[in-house]
C-alpha cells in the first residue's frame, strides 16, 4: 500500500481558500490519489456534459418519446447493476489498473458514439453498454482505492474523488449549456463527442497507477511432475486454494450483504433530490420552478465544502455507524420538511425548501462518509474486489428502485407518504448502526486486529 503524505500542523491549522488549496495539493503529492484525481477530474466533466443534454437528446434531436427515453434510462441502470459486482470480480483476478482503463476508455468510446444515434434501437443498444462499461470500470476503481490506501486514508480518498466529481459535473453542465442556448441537432451531437472523448482522455492517467494497486497474484501449483505423472500432493493445494478462494466470496458473507442492502435502500435518497424534488416543487408547491436548480446548486456547493471534512474518522467503526444514524435523523428530518413546503406561499415555500435541502445534504454527505468506512473496513481483504462490486451492485440496485419508490409514496401520497419515507430513512440508517457497533464489538473482543470476521471459519 501506498503510504499517506505526512500532514503538517501547519497545513492543519489554515482555514479559508488557502487551507483548502494546501490540502489539495498535499493530497496530490500521494501518486495513487494524483492519478485516481487526475482521472476523475477530466472524465466527469465528461459526463456532466452527458447528463445535462441526455433527456433533451433524446427527444428533441434523436425523436424518442418520454417512454422510449425512460427504457433508454432504465435499461443503462439495469445494465450497470451485473457490471457492478463483475467489475470487482475482474479485479481480484487480473490488474485493476489496465481493467479500470479499459473499460473506462470503452465507455467513452461508447459516449460519443451517442452523437451518431438516430432512433431508438441504436440509442437502447448504447445506453446498454455504455452503462455497463462506465459501472464495471466504477467497480474496478473501487478495488483499486481499497488496495491502493492504509485503512485511515480510503474513506479520505473516496471523499477526495467525490469533491473532485462533484466540480467537474458542474463544470460539465457549463460547457453543454452551448449546446442548450444554440438548440441545434449539431450542437447536441459535437458536445456529446467531445464528453465522450473526454471521458476516454480520462482513462489515461490510470496506467500511471502502481502494481500495488493490484490483486495479490495467486499461487498456481503445477499438478504433474517433470515425468509426466500426477502430483498428489500439489493436485490437492491447488484444490485446496480454490476452495478458500470461493469460501472468501461475499456472497457468504450475511453481515456484509445485509450491510449493502441496508445501504442501498438509504441510497434512495439520491431518487429523491432526482426526481422526488423536482416533481414536488413544480406539482405540489408555489415555488418558482428555477428553485429546482438553485436546490441543486446549494446541494453540489455544500457536497464540495463539506464532503472530505465530514469523512474524517470514518474508517472507525463506531464512528462510521454513528454518522450513519445521524444522517438516518437529518434525512427524515428533511423528507417532513419537503412535506411542510405544500401550500405554503412561494417565499415560504421557498424558505423551507432550502431549509430541507440542507439537511439533506448533510444526510447525504454523512451516509456517503459512514458508507465508504464500513464497506472498506467489513470486507475481506483477499476478495477487495468482489466485496466492492457487491456493494455498488446493490447501490445500483437502490438507484433502480429509487424513482419507483419516491413516486409510490411522497408523488402519489403528498405529507403521508413524505412521512413514509422518512421511515425507510431512518429504519435504514438504524439497522446500520446496529451492525457497526456489533462489528466493533467483536473487533473488540477478537483484538482489534481486523474488523473483518471470517463467515465460514474453517
Given at each position: 500500500m501506498t503510504s499517506a503524505p505526512p500532514t503538517t500542523d501547519e497545513n492543519r491549522g489554515r482555514g479559508g481558500v488557502a487551507g483548502f488549496i494546501a490540502r489539495i495539493v498535499e493530497d496530490l503529492r500521494e501518486p495513487v490519489l494524483r492519478a485516481l484525481v487526475t482521472s476523475t477530474s477530466v472524465s466527469r466533466?465528461?459526463?456532466?456534459?452527458?447528463?445535462?443534454?441526455?433527456?433533451?437528446?433524446?427527444?428533441?434531436?434523436?425523436?424518442?418519446?418520454?417512454?422510449?427515453?425512460?427504457?433508454?434510462?432504465?435499461?443503462?441502470?439495469g445494465c450497470g447493476v451485473v457490471a457492478s459486482f463483475l467489475g470487482g470480480w475482474l479485479a481480484d483476478r487480473w490488474s485493476a489498473r489496465r481493467l479500470?482503463?479499459?473499460?473506462?476508455?470503452?465507455?467513452?468510446?461508447?459516449?460519443?458514439?451517442?452523437?451518431?444515434?438516430?432512433?431508438?434501437?441504436?440509442?437502447?443498444?448504447?445506453?446498454?453498454?455504455?452503462?455497463?462499461?462506465?459501472?464495471?470500470?466504477?467497480?474496478?476503481?473501487?478495488?483499486?482505492?481499497?488496495?491502493?490506501?492504509?485503512?485511515?486514508?480510503?474513506?479520505h480518498a473516496r471523499a477526495v474523488l467525490r469533491t473532485v466529481t462533484n466540480v467537474s459535473i458542474a463544470v460539465g453542465s457549463g460547457v453543454a449549456a452551448i449546446a442548450l442556448a444554440l438548440g441545434t441537432p449539431e450542437a447536441y451531437r459535437g458536445v456529446i463527442a467531445v464528453a465522450g472523448v473526454l471521458c476516454a482522455l480520462g482513462s489515461l492517467p490510470l496506467l500511471r497507477l502502481p502494481s500495488e494497486?493490484?490483486?495479490?497474484?495467486?499461487?498456481?501449483?503445477?499438478?504433474?511432475?517433470?515425468?509426466?505423472s500426477i502430483d498428489t500432493a500439489a493436485a490437492a493445494a491447488a484444490l485446496a486454494e480454490r476452495v478458500e478462494w470461493r469460501r472468501r466470496s461475499?456472497?457468504?458473507?450475511?453481515?456484509?450483504?445485509?450491510?449493502?442492502?441496508?445501504?442501498?435502500?438509504?441510497?434512495?435518497?439520491?431518487?429523491?433530490?432526482?426526481?422526488?424534488?423536482?416533481?414536488?416543487?413544480?406539482?405540489?408547491?408555489?415555488?418558482?420552478?428555477?428553485?429546482?436548480?438553485?436546490?441543486?446548486?446549494?446541494?453540489?456547493?455544500?457536497?464540495?465544502?463539506?464532503?472530505?471534512?465530514?469523512?474524517?474518522?470514518?474508517?472507525?467503526?463506531?464512528?462510521?455507524?454513528?454518522?450513519?444514524?445521524?444522517?438516518?435523523?437529518?434525512?427524515?428530518?428533511?423528507?417532513?420538511?419537503?412535506?411542510?413546503?405544500?401550500?405554503?406561499?412561494?417565499?415560504?415555500?421557498?424558505?423551507?425548501?432550502?431549509?430541507?435541502?440542507?439537511?439533506?445534504?448533510?444526510?447525504?454527505?454523512?451516509?456517503?462518509?459512514?458508507?465508504?468506512?464500513?464497506?472498506?473496513?467489513?470486507a475481506d481483504p483477499v476478495r477487495a474486489g468482489a466485496y466492492q462490486g457487491v456493494f455498488g451492485m446493490g447501490f445500483s440496485l437502490g438507484s433502480l428502485a429509487a424513482p419507483v419508490v419516491v413516486n409510490a409514496t411522497a408523488i402519489t401520497f403528498g405529507t403521508a407518504g413524505w412521512g413514509m419515507l422518512a421511515v425507510i430513512f431512518l429504519g435504514s440508517a438504524a439497522g446500520i448502526w446496529v451492525i457497526a457497533r456489533r462489528a466493533a464489538a467483536a473487533s473488540d473482543a477478537a483484538g482489534g486486529d481486523s474488523a473483518y470476521s471470517d463467515p465460514a471459519p474453517a
Amino acid at each position: 500500500m501506498t503510504s499517506a503524505p505526512p500532514t503538517t500542523d501547519e497545513n492543519r491549522g489554515r482555514g479559508g481558500v488557502a487551507g483548502f488549496i494546501a490540502r489539495i495539493v498535499e493530497d496530490l503529492r500521494e501518486p495513487v490519489l494524483r492519478a485516481l484525481v487526475t482521472s476523475t477530474s477530466v472524465s466527469r466533466i465528461g459526463r456532466g456534459v452527458f447528463l445535462a443534454v441526455t433527456v433533451l437528446f433524446f427527444t428533441q434531436i434523436i425523436g424518442l418519446s418520454g417512454a422510449q427515453a425512460a427504457v433508454v434510462l432504465a435499461v443503462s441502470s439495469g445494465c450497470g447493476v451485473v457490471a457492478s459486482f463483475l467489475g470487482g470480480w475482474l479485479a481480484d483476478r487480473w490488474s485493476a489498473r489496465r481493467l479500470s482503463f479499459a473499460f473506462e476508455a470503452l465507455g467513452g468510446v461508447l459516449l460519443a458514439a451517442y452523437a451518431f444515434a438516430d432512433g431508438f434501437v441504436p440509442a437502447l443498444v448504447l445506453a446498454a453498454l455504455s452503462g455497463f462499461f462506465d459501472s464495471i470500470g466504477h467497480s474496478s476503481r473501487s478495488a483499486i482505492i481499497a488496495r491502493g490506501f492504509p485503512p485511515e486514508r480510503r474513506v479520505h480518498a473516496r471523499a477526495v474523488l467525490r469533491t473532485v466529481t462533484n466540480v467537474s459535473i458542474a463544470v460539465g453542465s457549463g460547457v453543454a449549456a452551448i449546446a442548450l442556448a444554440l438548440g441545434t441537432p449539431e450542437a447536441y451531437r459535437g458536445v456529446i463527442a467531445v464528453a465522450g472523448v473526454l471521458c476516454a482522455l480520462g482513462s489515461l492517467p490510470l496506467l500511471r497507477l502502481p502494481s500495488e494497486v493490484d490483486a495479490p497474484r495467486r499461487t498456481t501449483t503445477p499438478v504433474r511432475t517433470e515425468t509426466g505423472s500426477i502430483d498428489t500432493a500439489a493436485a490437492a493445494a491447488a484444490l485446496a486454494e480454490r476452495v478458500e478462494w470461493r469460501r472468501r466470496s461475499p456472497w457468504r458473507d450475511p453481515r456484509y450483504l445485509l450491510l449493502s442492502a441496508l445501504s442501498a435502500v438509504f441510497g434512495m435518497q439520491f431518487g429523491v433530490a432526482e426526481l422526488g424534488l423536482p416533481l414536488w416543487v413544480t406539482r405540489e408547491t408555489q415555488a418558482p420552478t428555477v428553485v429546482v436548480s438553485v436546490l441543486i446548486v446549494t446541494n453540489t456547493v455544500l457536497v464540495v465544502l463539506f464532503q472530505v471534512r465530514a469523512s474524517r474518522g470514518t474508517h472507525d467503526l463506531r464512528v462510521a455507524g454513528r454518522v450513519t444514524l445521524i444522517a438516518g435523523w437529518l434525512m427524515a428530518a428533511a423528507c417532513m420538511v419537503y412535506a411542510l413546503a405544500a401550500g405554503l406561499p412561494a417565499w415560504a415555500a421557498v424558505v423551507v425548501l432550502l431549509a430541507a435541502i440542507v439537511a439533506h445534504t448533510f444526510a447525504e454527505i454523512l451516509s456517503q462518509a459512514g458508507a465508504w468506512g464500513l464497506s472498506f473496513e467489513l470486507a475481506d481483504p483477499v476478495r477487495a474486489g468482489a466485496y466492492q462490486g457487491v456493494f455498488g451492485m446493490g447501490f445500483s440496485l437502490g438507484s433502480l428502485a429509487a424513482p419507483v419508490v419516491v413516486n409510490a409514496t411522497a408523488i402519489t401520497f403528498g405529507t403521508a407518504g413524505w412521512g413514509m419515507l422518512a421511515v425507510i430513512f431512518l429504519g435504514s440508517a438504524a439497522g446500520i448502526w446496529v451492525i457497526a457497533r456489533r462489528a466493533a464489538a467483536a473487533s473488540d473482543a477478537a483484538g482489534g486486529d481486523s474488523a473483518y470476521s471470517d463467515p465460514a471459519p474453517a
